[in-house]
């Protein structure tokens, strides 16, 4: 990774673990006011506990001694733990319902992808909710058979990619922000840049 790219993520890490350790004393606080869309969001925490450790291993792969950050990383993440404890079987089942909502959603945001205006508030929305979905799969599969979700997830992966490949020059125009360095590979619709790149190369041999 780029260097620059490493001391910006090394700045802005501390910053990041702050905010992972508030949205889980948010969720515990406003534990009825959950929702999956709106202020407190069910899944809150689980998007930096899923992301954080990814980050640190940048960081680590730029040769930055990571040890402290890793401790705080433990700490907070105890506080879910606690949290998850004190919930309960209630949260999980939260959380999964979200899962499936966000799933049975999916269709028409792939419908209405690139297709509403203002572009710059619609396309950042939908990325959202995409890696909501993948962030829900990969920190429930340890409690649910998710094997029928993932499995309509999968052709709706296919579509979406298909209508991003065809409209990133609009997505990247409109919205830059979608070129997200710092987002795992497998999160692919924060690298737009890459299926840019895959569009030229198809172009160009056509």
Not at 32 to 49: F, I, M, V
Not at 81 to 87: F, G, N, Q, T
Not at 127 to 141: C, N, P, Q, V, Y
Request: charged fraction near 35%.
């Amino acid at each position: 990774m780029d260097k620059m790219l490493i001391e910006t993520l090394k700045k802005e890490l501390p910053k990041d673990l702050l905010n992972y350790e508030i949205r889980i004393r948010e969720t515990d606080e406003h534990y009825d006011e959950l929702a999956a869309y709106g202020r407190y969001s069910t899944e809150a925490p689980y998007g930096l506990k899923h992301v954080i450790p990814f980050w640190i291993h940048l960081l680590e792969e730029g040769g930055v001694n990571c040890e402290n950050f890793r401790v705080e990383y433990k700490r907070i993440t105890q506080k879910l733990v606690a949290l998850e404890k004190k919930r309960g079987r209630d949260y999980r089942e939260k959380l999964f319902s979200n899962l499936k909502q966000f799933v049975g959603g999916y269709p028409g945001m792939i419908d209405n992808f690139v297709d509403m205006e203002p572009l710059e508030f619609e396309i950042p929305q939908s990325l959202a909710i995409r890696s909501s979905i993948e962030i829900l799969l990969m920190e429930l599969e340890r409690d649910y058979d998710l094997t029928e979700i993932k499995a309509k997830v999968s052709p709706l992966d296919k579509e979406f990619r298909s209508k991003y490949l065809q409209n990133v020059d609009e997505i990247l125009e409109h919205y830059p922000e979608a070129e997200d360095p710092y987002s795992p590979e497998s999160f692919w619709w924060n690298h737009p840049l890459k299926l840019l790149k895959e569009k030229q190369a198809m172009q160009n041999n056509s």
